[in-house]
């Protein structure tokens, strides 16, 4: 009997694909500006690996679930628009023909481009991410998709107003300028955070198109970060602790049970 079962162990690990996970988005999802200039996806708080100590990525929670190691692949660029996903997807399942997971984290650069009409660029952004959810969905019907919302963007203004490190560094590469310009007012910054809710309201929207699939959470929305989660470089991308502050708050272990160990589901057979 213990041979059988033993066996039948080992015939379980045997059929265990491997797990393939993808990143989507712009440059937050790069690590860009995050631990040095320019982007590091070894440190993204998706498909990082092992950047510093105490940073864990979506890859390694998953890798420690799972209890082997996950094939990932990010796809994010750094400056783009919703409508950059187009490429990106096309692009992911050219590699990972059958993705397991795969998180989308974009919007931050459409809104700051957005005029003061922005309706028929909301739907368009929401255009944009349905697309390549469904050429996800439609690759893997089991595919496991996180649509990430925006944070409090006008927190970042909050944190470095009185900074002139930053008012310069705003000013120099005219970064957001709905946000940051210097003659902005304090109600049309109140408008862009509508902005913000209109894009996480269209996630939402989406997530409930593809309940199996697409999932939504909005506990980032709704942190209220600080200093040390911002980037000392330009005041705007998530420093190290930001990436590490994503990363936990946008993760749930309850997406990937079906892909616990071998060895758990031996321990319900007996």
């Known amino acids: 009997m213990k041979i059988i079962f033993f066996l039948l162990v080992l015939n379980l690990h045997a059929q265990v694909p491997t797990f393939v996970m993808g990143a989507l988005g712009d440059s937050i999802t790069t690590g860009f500006n995050s631990y040095h200039f320019l982007s590091d996806k070894k440190g993204s708080w998706s498909t990082g690996n092992n950047k510093t100590p105490d940073f864990e990525s979506h890859k390694m929670k998953i890798e420690k679930l799972i209890e082997?190691?996950?094939?990932?692949?990010?796809?994010?660029?750094?400056?783009v628009k919703s409508k950059n996903l187009i490429k990106q997807v096309k692009k992911l399942l050219r590699v990972a023909p059958k993705p397991d997971y795969v998180t989308i984290l974009i919007g931050a650069n459409d809104?700051?481009?957005?005029?003061?009409?922005?309706?028929?660029d909301l739907e368009k952004y929401k255009d944009n991410v349905t697309y390549a959810v469904k050429k996800i969905i439609d690759a893997n019907a089991h595919a496991k998709i996180l649509l990430v919302p925006l944070p409090n963007m006008v927190r970042l203004y909050e944190l470095g107003k009185d900074k002139r490190k930053c008012q310069m560094v705003w000013a120099l590469t005219q970064l957001c300028r709905p946000l940051f310009k210097k003659d902005v007012t304090d109600n049309?910054?109140?408008?862009?955070?509508?902005?913000?809710?209109?894009?996480?309201?269209?996630?939402k929207e989406i997530s409930e198109l593809y309940p199996s699939n697409a999932f939504f959470?909005?506990?980032l929305e709704e942190v209220n970060f600080d200093e040390k989660h911002v980037s000392e470089i330009d005041c705007f991308h998530p420093s190290a602790y930001g990436?590490?502050?994503i990363a936990e708050y946008t993760f749930n272990r309850d997406l990937f049970t079906e892909w616990f160990p071998a060895q758990s589901i031996a321990n319900q057979l007996r």
């Open 68 to 79: 082997r190691s996950v094939e990932a692949h990010n796809m994010a660029v750094p400056a």
């Open 111 to 120: 809104i700051c481009s957005w005029k003061s009409e922005y309706q028929e």
């Open 188 to 203: 049309e910054r109140d408008q862009f955070a509508e902005r913000v809710k209109g894009i996480n309201s269209k996630l």
């Open 217 to 219: 959470y909005e506990v």
């Open 243 to 245: 990436q590490k502050m």
